[in-house]
């Protein structure tokens, strides 16, 4: 494992899109789901990645109640206008949500597809976008008529390219057989490895790539994770099961054999965790979910990580496939999941 100094590298996110910043920047947790954040410091952290060459923004129109857009749209405003140019914007929409912050399913019909981007064009301040996908699959509704409502958005110009996300292999290729796919969101870690069985298959066969969330499993495997962190108000993880109990406990023993793999390499475990995905193929774009601007340079620091075949035996071994304690939702949102079924 060596460390290089190199400019962010670009990658073919899928065979139907432009290349993109090998890490991407999740700004959901900005916004919501993970307790009150910093607007001043989003922002930066924003800058920050943008300065750095990262090119790619996932949020979706439900993060914060439209919050998440309004806020990179501030963000991109104020941005050098090279920066801002080059930025490229990935939205999820269609889920359905309540005052209180609930989620109450997901609407994937054509006309609320054009719906959702009206106002996702509005809040971004902008008159495309450039990957637009639907949450999570509409049992309801058909992928087709889904996707379809989405080319025809591509065909006016409000869209640049078609995205999915948690979608299984069938859906994947009945999605692909209606309009080109730039890239299908997952989750993907060395604790979340279910998509290697059909999904990622799937996915390069019909040259879709990968925009792997959840890395980190939502701050789990970063290194940064304590057995006795209490949480904050409104921070989703007090309800995940890998968060909870002996749940806990288990996956950090995990974090703590690859801390000391990690340690021996002189990186962070994080950045291991990072560079692990971005080993597992080309296709793959990791998002990290940063709020802050140290915990993007820890992130883009895994770009200067190269793991060698003996390096990625030893992180197999530390951390070997499904050594993970509890599921990666709660079971009312595993059933929500069109890849877990």
Avoid at 8 to 19: E, Q
Avoid at 185 to 197: A, H, K, M, P, T
Wanted: proline share 4%.
């Amino acid at each position: 494992m060596t460390t290089t100094q190199r400019p962010v590298p670009t990658r073919p996110l899928g065979t139907s899109s432009p290349a993109v910043s090998a890490l991407g920047l999740g700004c959901m947790g900005m916004s919501a789901l993970y307790g009150e954040s910093d607007r001043a410091e989003s922002i930066a952290t924003i800058h920050a990645a943008l300065d750095a060459g990262v090119t790619l923004l996932d949020t979706g129109d439900f993060y914060g109640m439209g919050h998440n857009e309004l806020l990179i749209a501030e963000a991109l405003r104020s941005a050098p206008a090279a920066a801002r140019e080059q930025a490229l914007t990935s939205v999820k929409f269609g889920a359905l949500r309540t005052v209180e912050g609930g989620f109450t399913g997901y609407d994937g019909r054509p006309a609320a597809v054009k719906n959702f981007a009206a106002y996702s064009l509005q809040r971004l301040g902008t008159d495309h976008i450039d990957i637009y996908r639907i949450a999570r699959v509409d049992p309801d509704v058909p992928i087709e008529e889904t996707v379809g409502a989405i080319a025809e958005l591509v065909e006016a110009g409000h869209v640049r390219h078609i995205g999915l996300s948690e979608v299984g292999a069938d859906t994947l290729r009945r999605a692909a057989a209606v309009a080109p796919i730039a890239d299908l969101q997952i989750e993907y870690s060395l604790i979340s490895r279910s998509i290697e069985e059909k999904i990622l298959p799937a996915a390069r066969d019909l040259g879709i790539g990968i925009t792997a969330y959840g890395v980190l499993s939502r701050g789990l495997i970063s290194g940064h994770f304590t057995r006795d962190r209490e949480l904050a108000p409104g921070d989703f993880r007090g309800m995940s099961p890998r968060f909870q109990g002996e749940n806990l406990g288990r996956n950090l023993d995990l974090v703590d054999r690859l801390r000391a793999l990690a340690e021996t390499k002189g990186v962070t475990v994080a950045q291991t965790a990072i560079a692990w995905v971005l080993a597992q193929g080309a296709d793959i774009v990791p998002l990290v979910g940063a709020r802050r601007r140290d915990r993007l340079a820890e992130a883009l620091g895994a770009l200067d990580v190269t793991l060698d075949a003996a390096d990625l035996a030893a992180i197999e071994e530390a951390v070997p496939a499904g050594a993970a304690a509890g599921e990666r939702y709660p079971a009312a949102q595993m059933a929500h999941l069109d890849s877990e079924h």
